[in-house]
């Protein structure tokens, strides 16, 4: 089910009012079905690979805390790993494995080819994977206690508002909160119905509405020349800030109208006045993700400035890679870490935090809209056509452009960074709060006449699905 459907607006509601109707346990209950329709809605099939996990980790949480040794518990958490992983390569990775042996076997003349599987990789399969893997680490770590009840977890994985796309919660934030029982607040579920409809106009205005550029520029960039190559990665740079994003206010918002609290995993990212900034404000729970069970198990930066960038870019990779099983993705991990790394290396005083914040911000936004070419770009080709682009003609294939498609996209990078800019000195929903009646509900009228009319009502998945 998509949060910009139909069906969203119909279910939502329906789950909110027998929510609060019902004792704490059937409340459980009902977001454990809720959780399984929203998500069976697109495959139901895929929902015993789901349940499959959940059992797998319950148990293997609840062995690891029993077990008497050390060396007990990493039995218990290797299998856990390895089986969460195993689900997740068979189905998203294995195959990329498979192309890659093909093309190996084929440049070095081998009659040898095996076929590619037949399979669709479930929905959101990364972040409930990446999810269940934090409890069961956390326990073996000692941070977490084994939950004991298994509604009580199999609703920690399941929880429909976060449960296809993130933020990717940890235990500690996110289980207490489902044994507590919470009342209706008006206060609360108002501030909830701000952020669905946030997260709904950043969706389905800022990045559905310049879609249309970049599906043109990215499905024959040999045409293009400098400018449209530059407004194209613009475009997917707000795209994917407005999509993802949007995603996680809608979350957020559903969550806190069941006064179940969601970590912000947007913070302003391109408010960033350098690239090793932009990682602690974008995506903020798959940063964190990374940091916490991949680059500090590797050493962090305990071990020396060499092993340090080099676990800094084994992180990055590794993110890369979790986006999306190409090449691309790895190159655009890699990317990350790069820059990364040798901001790392210029001395204190000449890095980018120390520019004046406007010329800051132009660098990451820079920085970062070049290496959307490999997050977007289908195959390698693509990617080499892109980059070529920048050596054309500047105005090569302008002309190709609808200018009301080209207009809407500067429109809507103008308010983007005003509205944050807006939002930053005071959040937009306390402005509008604290406007007289008349007025506030004016303005209330006129968001809903400009998201009728300037929304995209395509019904267009979220990015972050495929991951």
Known sequence: MLFNSFEFLIFMPLVCAAYFMLGQRNRLWLLLVSSSIFYGFFMPKYLLILYAIILIDYFAGRMIQAAGTTEKKKWYLALSV???????????????LIENINALAKSLHWNYSIQALEIILPIGLSFHTFQSLSYVIDVYRGKWTAEKNLLVYSVYVMYFPQLVAGPIERPANM??????????????????????AQGLFKKCILSDGVALLINGVFEAPSRFGGLVIFLACSALALRCYGDFSGYSDIARGSGKILGIEVMVNFDKPFFATSMTEFWKRWHISLSSWFRDYVYI????????????????????????FWHGPSWQFILWGATQGGYVILEGLVPTKYRSENWPKWLGRVYVFLAMMITWIFFRSETMEC???????????????????????????????VAM???????????????????????????????LIVFLFGAHFSGEQFIYFQF
């Not at 289980?175 to 669905?196: A, C, M, T």
């Not at 609808?402 to 500067?410: Q, T």
């Open 82 to 96: 390895l089986s969460n992983l195993s689900i997740l390569f068979f189905f998203k990775y294995s195959n990329f």
């Open 175 to 196: 289980i207490p909160q489902l044994w507590r029982k919470n009342e209706f607040d008006y206060e609360r579920v108002v501030s909830g119905l701000y952020l669905i």
């Open 297 to 320: 198990p590797l050493g962090g930066s305990k071990h020396g400035a060499f092993r340090t960038r080099l676990n800094l870019m084994i992180t990055f990779v590794l993110s890369g």
């Open 383 to 413: 990617v080499a056509d892109m980059f070529k682009g920048f050596f054309r003609p500047f105005l090569m294939g302008f002309d190709l452009l609808r200018r009301d498609v080209v207009y809407e996209f500067v429109v809507l990078l």
């Open 417 to 447: 960074y005003f509205f944050e800019w807006w939002d930053e000195k005071k959040p937009f929903w306390k402005r509008v709060r604290s406007l007289p009646g008349l007025l506030r509900w004016g303005l209330y009228f006129l968001i």
